[in-house]
């Protein structure tokens, strides 16, 4: 995977919040279960704040649950899945994701026009 895209790691969740603050990815990979700050808790970090919460999050966990689905869907993620996981599946949701959200932007970004405030 770290020959198709750039990766930028972290300990935990506290310092992944932080990188993705300074860094500004494309696309969050976090586990759910984590020191310092879970995943749940940082994805509803990055989706409440107006800088990070473009950023599409996929969530990895051992949690299979449904319960556990949903609290990770509900807290704003774009995308869950339960260890082990395929790599090759991985990669297809960071690219489909990665794909809409600059699909996105064009369509937004080209569409916005900005004039005189009434």
Do not use: W
Request: proline share 4%; aromatic share 4%; with cysteine.
């Amino acid at each position: 995977m770290a020959e198709q895209f750039d990766i930028n790691e972290a300990a935990d969740g506290e310092a992944g919040l932080e990188k993705a603050l300074e860094v500004m990815p494309d696309i969050v990979i976090t586990d759910l279960m984590m020191p310092k700050m879970d995943g749940v808790e940082m994805c509803k970090n990055l989706k409440s704040d107006e800088r990070t919460s473009h950023i599409p999050v996929l969530m990895l966990t051992a949690k299979a649950t449904v319960e556990s689905r949903i609290e990770g869907l509900e807290t704003g993620a774009d995308a869950y899945l339960t260890k082990p996981y395929n790599i090759q599946e991985l990669i297809v949701h960071v690219k489909n994701l990665i794909e809409q959200r600059r699909n996105l932007r064009k369509k937004f970004g080209a569409d916005a026009e900005l004039g005189p405030k009434d």
